[in-house]
DNA sequence: CTAAAACCTCTAGTTAACTAGAGGTCAAGA
DNA sequence: TCTTGACCTCTAGTTAACTAGAGGTTTTAG
């Protein structure tokens, strides 16, 4: 329940864990990577201002556009710190992300469309092939990793 | 060159290497994972026969495809051991991975079309956002903590 | 005041798909 | 025959995004 006494109340690392969805250790290692940050008290322990929900939110949904965590890191770098992201700063992100998914749509489909044009055929050669010799580099990440790599 | 005394001989493993482009080292891990295999000469080194070249070749694609190897193995499989892949076999598994690709593709849709429709909302709430509260399942493998559980 | 729950740091393990290197063996050309 | 290069096995390291647990401290409820 929210009170005006606990409105301005930090709180806690098992507070944030059960209201954001995220496991403790997934918010120490998140700060760790500095995507979060923490005050602490007399004991050393971690207290957040409320806006790190938020930033959590951020997290999780960029999470599901398949952004790595290093690059939602980058891209909660241009907020200002201390502060939740806001309307405006959501715009922001979203556009750049959502240009992101559309390029990442056009190469599957590339790719789908030229393994289309290749069944039946079976050929696979090293020389002749659409499928083994397409220059481009198909960046496909996406929740639960895989790790492509461009030979 | 290929003569006709050297047609039926076995490759080493750096003639595999060379002429799949594929290292030495991943070749040793591929056998390992069971996606391909070798006899064994007098000295204990690796010899294949050539249609390993044409199942490389496979795995490599399907790679492209962002299939993991572990099912490109499970695909491996259903060919008969000790024969390259011919234009049916080739057939069957790449409509597989088409529709694969397909199912891909349809789900980053469906996310980037809710993400713009979000752009701008700025919300991210966890009872009000579609794209926070999305049924969908994008693939949320591994047990992570994740958002569904009120708090 | 005390016991339990929550918190702290740190190390190690997980999956995937490999690579790098150590330490030793084998094969081929001069 | 010798030397060089290719090969062998095995262990450990890499990235990403965490989780699990050990061993110890702090906070909180009764």
Redo the contacts with the bound molecule.
């Keep these: 329940m929210i009170t005006p006494e606990n409105l301005h109340k930090e709180l806690?690392?098992?507070?944030v864990?059960a209201r954001s969805g995220v496991?403790?250790?997934?918010l120490?290692?998140y700060e760790s990577k500095g995507l979060i940050k923490s005050n602490r008290?007399?004991?050393?322990?971690?207290r957040y201002p409320r806006e790190v929900l938020r930033r959590v939110a951020l997290i999780k949904v960029a999470?599901r556009l398949g952004i790595?965590?290093?690059e939602i890191g980058e891209a909660l770098k241009s907020l200002p710190d201390n502060r939740a992201p806001t309307a405006a700063d959501w715009k922001i992100l979203s556009a750049q992300w959502s240009r992101d998914l559309d390029e990442r749509i056009n190469q599957l489909t590339l790719l789908r469309d030229r393994l289309n044009g290749c069944i039946g055929c079976g050929c696979l050669s090293m020389e002749a092939c659409p499928l083994r010799n397409a220059g481009d580099v198909l960046g496909e990440r996406g929740p639960g990793?895989?790790?492509l790599?461009p030979t």
């Design positions: 806690t690392v098992g507070q864990a496991a403790v250790t997934a120490h290692f008290n007399q004991g050393n322990q971690r999470q790595p965590l290093a990793a895989h790790w790599e």
